[in-house]
């Protein structure tokens, strides 16, 4: 395992970049669109094993997962409805660290509860991966591993807490990522404890 300061070209780690303030206003901005968006659970194509995780999205599009495939839709698959606007907080954010021209389409919003994780993946359902995908942490400590471009590669590991900000772009943009564990009761940010990760994303190109 690498020292967790020698990253790839293209990754940064933000750590502490919102104030517990700035988080407690995220969250309650999330707490109102989760109403309007629900939570659901995505399952894996074909096999239709549940995630550990639930979801939902803002933005013009939002990422599932169903039995059919990977895709982005503008609709939530329960509701109809579309999806929420994204909120100016994380546009702005989206602004300062993305290093792109256009705005994001995309805010995949993931819930970990406790015992929640996620394997080891790219994000390449994009038509384009010129922009980047910035993430955003809040509540739970989370034990996120970050590899190279190449599956099985070495990886390196790091703890992800609440407020940090985390960017996969230019030769890191396709780097293999997943989530360990959650270091649950590690934050009271969130009421019911848990995670949430928040993923800005560009999927059309500019
Ligand atoms: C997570 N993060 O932090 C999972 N993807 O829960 C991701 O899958 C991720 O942190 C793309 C870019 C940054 C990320
Ligand atoms: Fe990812």
């Not at 290093?99 to 919003?109: H, K």
Request: aromatic content about 10%.
């Amino acid at each position: 395992m690498r020292l967790s300061d020698d990253f790839p070209k293209g990754f940064k780690y933000l750590p502490g970049y919102f104030s517990p303030e700035e988080q407690k206003g995220l969250v309650d901005t999330l707490r109102y669109l989760v109403k309007e968006a629900p939570l659901f659970t995505p399952v894996m194509p074909r096999t239709g094993k549940p995630f550990s995780v639930r979801m939902t999205n803002l933005g013009t599009l939002g990422w599932v997962s169903d039995r059919s495939g990977y895709r982005y839709q503008t609709q939530h698959p329960e509701t109809g409805q579309p999806w929420p606007v994204i909120p100016k907080v994380l546009q702005d954010l989206w602004n300062k660290v993305g290093d792109s021209p256009t705005a994001p389409e995309a805010c995949l919003v993931n819930y970990y509860a406790a015992t929640a994780k996620m394997g080891m993946h790219q994000d390449r359902d994009e038509k384009t991966f010129e922009a980047p995908v910035v993430s955003v942490s809040l509540g739970d400590t989370a034990i996120f591993r970050l590899g190279g471009v190449k599956r099985g590669g070495p990886t390196q590991s790091l703890k992800l807490n609440s407020g940090d900000v985390v960017v996969l772009g230019g030769e890191a943009r396709l780097c293999y990522h997943g989530i360990d564990r959650i270091l649950g009761g590690s934050s009271s940010l969130l009421k019911d404890g848990g995670r949430l990760n928040l993923t800005l994303r560009r999927i059309s190109p500019f």
